[in-house]
């Protein structure tokens, strides 16, 4: 099939766009016309998602570039990889994530696996990314990039515990995910005041897909023998499909109606399913002590330097 896409076409990143929402949502940016960059750590499951999303979208521009966010180093050959070849970037969706391992396990820098993959490789990649999309607000002023973090339901019973980041004092599978998707949701609306305060001219907008039936919950059912047991078989009656999933990040991706730091969750019964509406975030998530200190404390562990100029990459 011929390329579709306009050579001129803008750009957009879907990490972890192998499965799930990701697929669903790197399918709804090639339909809008974005070239897709799928954002993953498997080869081959990459390439089945490329084809899934031209078979959606014949014709689509979409391409694997292997991102493991397990390891910083991984991180940066991406964004070094993007940087030589691109000149913008239009959206950026920092969706991949997992939940609730139920040991304790390290990523490649040490960190506790779900807060370094699912934030702290988000965290910097966004920022070794910073000068593409800065490049793109440049270039089009009136339609601003957009950088779109998953959060989650989870992360209104989360906490972050400056104390224990890494959950090596105590680790339970369930308080170390909602850490990492209150993080999300803290980044989110700390990248748009840091934008705002250094004219970076991006639109930063946080998403969550309710209940959405996916891979996702393998480990976490697989944590808690009973409870997913009976997990599996509510999960039918209060869940939606991942295509209906991945509406909210397409709507802070896309809609016109994004605002600065807003956040979208599905509208119906208590934001489990249902069509994109503005979210509710907990009392945590507008902490913005936290929010400074977080943005502070990440910087530190992941040597992220938030420049809109090319930053020099050993
Ligand atoms: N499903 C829900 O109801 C729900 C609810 C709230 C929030 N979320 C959030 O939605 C996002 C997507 O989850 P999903 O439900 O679509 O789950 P999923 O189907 O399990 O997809 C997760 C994606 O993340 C990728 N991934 C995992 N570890 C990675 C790594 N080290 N480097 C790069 N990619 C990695 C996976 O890649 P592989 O294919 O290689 O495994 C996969 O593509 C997550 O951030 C999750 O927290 C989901």
Known sequence: ?????????????VTGATAGLGLETAKGLATKGYRVIVAARNAEKAKLACHAIRAHQPGADVHFELLDLDSLESVRQFAARLQER?????????????????????????????????????FLLTSLLLPLLVAAASSKPESSPRVVQLSSLAHRSGKIDFGDLDS????????????????????????????DQHGWGLLSVAAHPGLSRTALFDAGVKSRALIGSAFKLVM?????????????????ALADDARPGDYF??????????????????????????????????????????????????
């Open 1 to 13: 099939m011929r390329d579709m896409t306009s050579p001129s076409a803008p750009l957009a990143i």
């Open 86 to 122: 691109e000149t913008s970037l239009q959206r950026l969706i920092n969706n991949a994530g997992i939940m609730a391992l139920p040991r304790l396990e390290l990523t490649q820098d040490g960190f506790e696996r779900q807060f370094g993959v699912n934030y702290l490789g988000h």
């Open 168 to 195: 090596g004092k105590q680790y339970d599978p369930w308080r170390a995910y909602r850490q990492s998707k209150l993080a999300m949701l803290l980044f989110a609306q700390a990248l748009q005041k840091q934008s």
């Open 236 to 252: 039918p009656l209060i869940s939606q499909s991942a295509a209906e999933g991945a509406k909210p990040t397409l709507h802070a």
């Open 265 to 314: 969750g599905p509208g119906g019964f208590s934001e489990t399913k249902g069509e994109p509406k503005r979210a509710h975030r907990s009392k945590a998530a507008k902490d913005p002590s936290v929010e400074d200190r977080l943005w502070e404390v990440s910087c530190e562990l992941t040597g992220a330097v938030w420049s809109s100029q090319t930053p020099q990459l050993s």
